[in-house]
């Protein structure tokens, strides 16, 4: 039995959904942060189930995918980092309540 493309767009689909709804439906930064990742982590599937399917003599998927795991990465760092600036300011790492920069 082998696993076809639309299989893999499936998951894809359903693990972006999945982070989409943790990422509005969260209150904590940490797993809004985590929600994103898995969003990134569902395109890269998808880049690469696609470049697999389509064309697998080309490398593009690959490419993409790197390409995005870095941004992802950088993503992450620079949540991280302002998510210990606004804990250290606000003693709360919850969205509801930081408030500081209404208007």
Known sequence: ???????????????????????????????????????SIAISLNLVAINRFVTPSEMTGWFFTVFTMVTSAAEVGIGLGMLIAIYRRAHTSEVSDLDGMKG
């Open 1 to 39: 039995m082998q696993v076809g493309l639309e299989a893999f767009l499936l998951l894809s689909a359903a693990l972006f959904a999945i982070g989409l709804y943790g990422a509005i439906s969260k209150k904590s930064t940490i797993a809004i942060l985590m929600s994103l990742e898995i969003m």
